[in-house]
């Protein structure tokens, strides 16, 4: 692998068509599913259908990274810069605390998760700046560390969204996380969440190659 591959284009996002049909596709089918309840799973059953849709896709794209090298290049290929400004998005995560203040979320979710991902978002602008000064920026472990941090979000808040999805004396009161099961905010944990994990990924494996190509 070169450092030809990590290269800043001026079409930052190659077959952008087949990416935007794709993206359209999946988040169509994830709210066809939930709009015939497939995630509005009882507090008492394990939220299975939420756990497959938020699991597997970035499974999947890293099996295929694994299998195909023109895969592996296209993806390698996206502008880091823009790869992380995506990333100043998940400020609307901002939205949980929203959700609380009018008693729809428990704050053991909503502090964690919606405090998280508005440092994340707030925290983005500042990397990509920083990219865009030094591109070697994004062989160090400041880049680095970003994205772990970012899908440590993730952790969190998907652990205590399970938690809380029932009432639990002392740490979960009567409002729980079954709203997360439901549109919109089912798109959330269905789609969301695995776009951005899938983002991260490609962000660190562009890391890890200009490392090692220095």
């Known amino acids: 692998m070169t450092t030809k591959v990590l290269t800043f284009h001026p079409n930052p996002i190659p077959h952008r068509g087949t990416v935007f049909a794709v993206g359209i596709l ?3 089918l994830i709210a066809g599913l939930a ?10 059953d394990p939220a299975l259908p939420t756990l ?4 597997a896709p970035p499974l999947l794209f890293l099996l295929a990274v694994r ?3 023109v895969f592996r290049k296209a993806v390698l290929s996206i502008d880091p810069i823009l790869l992380v400004e995506f990333q100043a998005w998940r400020i ?4 949980f605390l929203v959700m609380l203040a009018f008693g729809h979320l428990p704050g053991f979710f909503a502090y964690p998760a919606g405090m998280g991902d508005v440092a994340i978002g707030i925290a983005a602008p500042f990397v ?7 591109p070697g920026y994004l062989g160090t472990g400041k880049f680095r560390l970003f994205h772990l941090m970012g899908l440590f979000d993730f952790i969190v808040a998907v652990s205590t969204g399970i938690a809380a999805r029932n009432s639990i004396p002392g740490l979960v009161g009567e409002v729980t996380t079954s709203a997360m099961g439901q549109l919109p905010l089912v798109m959330i944990p269905t789609f969301l969440v695995p776009s951005f994990i899938i983002l991260h990924t490609i962000s660190l494996m ?3 190659v200009h490392r090692s190509a220095r």
């Open 52 to 55: 497959i849709a938020l699991i």
């Open 35 to 44: 709009a015939i309840g497939v995630f509005d799973v009882s507090p008492r």
């Open 92 to 95: 609307l995560g901002g939205l």
């Open 67 to 69: 299998r195909s090298r």
């Open 206 to 208: 562009q890391s890890r």
């Open 128 to 134: 990509a700046w920083r990219l865009r000064q030094d």
């Open 26 to 28: 999946w988040a169509g």
